[in-house]
């Protein structure tokens, strides 16, 4: 099953949160090439360079930007583009294209309950996101089971069971320190016997620690099998999308480990580095984990600021359509 789509009215918000989030990001670009557009009709090699210089200073990758480049220089070389402006319209295409692989809806099975498993290093936003698809489930009639994996911080316990009060879902939780797999263990016990349809489970981030924090995933998810075989259903990892090329090493490191099978990409309201999830469309093809879909992103800290990633709607907001209004004051 899928989560239902929000109401238009709903979805234009939303776009608007986004575009006013990216828009750090959205004026790196615009420095780099708005300008042009608005004093240059044809294409030259500066207006390609500057373009290539303005996708990288977003973290857009130096593979992916290349990508990107020699693709518009081919249409040029082709005269499929006979002005800036068409070349900005194909750089939309382009990246719309490059997204759209991206995109998968987040899908629940039959089987209750699908335990969910979600990892990330500290400060992602891991808790968050939790709290935030616990509302979007509930509201589609799902009962929710949330499980406090992360006992090495008192406060990472404490936010989940905030997050459950304020939405009326149970938590599992035990003291600070206790073992998280013996945690996760009782909350699977007790999602299945209380009918439970989800059990979203919060971990542990000590990426510092990354020996002892990888060991410690692979054995939550090894005692959670001892229950059900096929747990969890679903790995989702968190990242942070101001963190910029990091991202990339956190997705080998994770998919490693406790094999990831989706992303959220949260905290993209005021980051100028959005251009990250380009790089990771592009690195996770070519690191063997491949093209791990983006099942939200997330624009803020209220319940409704998490929405399924929209690739023509990310990008939308990341491009200006209006240049004048991008330039830096």
Do not use: C
């Not at 073992?179 to 007790?190: K, L, T």
């Not at 979203?200 to 099998?225: F, H, I, N, P, Y």
């Not at 063997?288 to 624009?299: A, D, E, K």
Request: no cysteine; glycine share 8%.
């Amino acid at each position: 099953m899928t989560l239902d789509d929000t109401s238009p009215a709903d979805e234009q918000h939303f776009f608007g949160r986004l575009r006013s989030g990216l828009a750090k990001t959205r004026r790196q670009l615009a420095s780099g090439v708005g300008n042009l557009l608005l004093g240059e009709k044809e294409i030259s090699a500066a207006a390609l360079d500057d373009l290539e210089t303005a996708l990288l200073t977003t973290d857009v990758g130096v593979v992916a930007t290349r990508s990107i480049i020699d693709e518009l220089t081919a249409q040029v070389s082709r005269k499929q583009l006979a002005n800036m402006e068409a070349l900005y319209q194909a750089l939309h295409e382009i990246m719309v294209a490059r997204l759209r692989v991206l995109e998968k809806p987040f899908e629940l099975g039959s089987k209750a309950p699908q335990v969910i498993f979600f990892v990330g290093v500290n400060g992602v936003g891991k808790t968050t996101t939790i709290g935030k698809l616990a509302k979007r489930l509930m509201a589609e009639g799902r009962s929710v089971m949330l499980a406090a994996g992360d006992t090495f911080r008192a406060a990472a316990v404490e936010q989940l069971q905030a997050w459950g009060r304020r939405n009326d879902v149970p938590v599992i939780a035990q003291s600070q320190g206790s073992d998280a797999a013996s945690v996760v263990f009782d909350a699977v016990q007790a999602a299945r016997s209380r009918g439970v349809d989800v059990l979203l489970v919060d971990t542990a981030g000590r990426l510092q620690a990354k020996t002892q924090l990888m060991d410690e995933l692979s054995k939550v998810r090894r005692v959670v099998q001892r229950l059900d075989i096929e747990a969890p259903h679903e790995v989702v990892l968190v990242l942070d999308g101001g963190v910029g090329q990091n991202a990339l090493s956190q997705v080998d490191l994770f998919h490693e480990a406790v094999g990831v099978s989706g992303l959220v990409v949260s905290k993209l309201d005021g980051t100028a580095k959005a251009g990250v999830v380009f790089a990771i469309s592009q690195s996770a093809q070519a690191s063997g984990t491949g093209r791990l879909p983006i099942y939200f992103v997330g624009v803020g800290e209220g319940e409704d600021d998490l929405r399924p990633f929209v690739a023509e709607q990310f990008v939308q907001a990341l491009l200006a359509d209006d240049f004048a209004d991008e330039r830096p004051n």
